[in-house]
């Protein structure tokens, strides 16, 4: 089955800095990649999401990157705010029969630090 | 247009009783998905059901653990004779159509068992 690992497991910036989280999977049928962020307490929330046909996707600060070829995508926060703290997940899907399921990383737990 | 419902929020066992999570999907939606999320780690699949039908049950222990997805009604995970082991938190998400779609998740049943 699929396995999907995620680095680091936590990750303080400054306010204004940029994050970056990485995201490695193992099955290259794989096309469906979401990326959830988490507050503590509450309930995951999808902030964005790519799939395999397209290479970089961008909403506001946040963006997502996809190599295919290397099984990896990563999610990059610009300019960083306090409300940006929390814990982030990676998650993959091949999308199509009884594998449609997400696989999770084990998630990074940003800190945004003034 | 209510998102994914779950009840009870919090839900304390004793060792050997039953436990009962339910989880109303969106409106419209009629793919749910369990997670079971432990303190500190990711969210690790158990089960996908669509109405009247398992999916795929290939991350729900054999023993103890059942669920379903009535034509009528919330979807159901049943945890029999609980473990202290069984104890965190149960997200359910829901989708509109199979596979290559965005899951959205309820607020999570935490479960302690003492």
């Known amino acids: 089955g699929e396995n999907v690992e995620q680095h680091p497991s936590t990750l303080s910036v400054q306010e204004g800095d940029s994050a970056v989280i990485k995201c490695t999977y193992s099955d290259s049928a794989s096309n469906y990649f979401p990326w959830y962020k988490q507050e503590l307490g509450k309930r995951p929330q999808l902030i964005i999401d790519i799939r395999s046909n397209v290479g970089e996707k961008k909403d506001q600060r946040i963006a997502v990157t996809l190599n295919k070829t290397a099984k990896h995508f990563s999610l990059h926060i610009t300019e960083t705010q306090p409300e940006d703290s929390a814990v982030y997940f990676c998650a993959a899907s091949r999308g199509t029969g009884t594998a449609s399921k997400l696989t999770f990383g084990t998630g990074t737990r940003l800190q945004v630090t003034l | 247009n209510a998102g994914v419902m779950q009840n009870p929020r919090h839900l304390v066992r004793r060792r050997g009783q039953e436990a009962r999570l339910r989880c109303s999907p969106m409106?419209?939606?009629?793919?749910v998905y369990w997670y079971r999320q432990l303190p500190e780690e990711g969210l690790k699949f158990m089960v996908y059901?669509?109405?009247?039908?398992?999916?795929?049950e290939s991350g729900m222990p054999k023993e103890r653990f059942s669920a379903e997805f009535p034509k009528e009604g919330p979807s159901i995970l049943r945890i029999q004779q609980v473990v202290r082991g069984d104890s965190a938190a149960y997200f359910c998400?829901?989708?509109?159509?199979?596979?290559?779609?965005?899951?959205?998740f309820g607020s999570g049943t935490q479960l302690s068992v003492l």
């Open positions: 059901l669509q109405k009247e039908n398992i999916i795929d």
């Open positions: 998400a829901s989708s509109l159509t199979r596979g290559n779609e965005k899951l959205f």
């Open positions: 409106k419209g939606h009629s793919h």
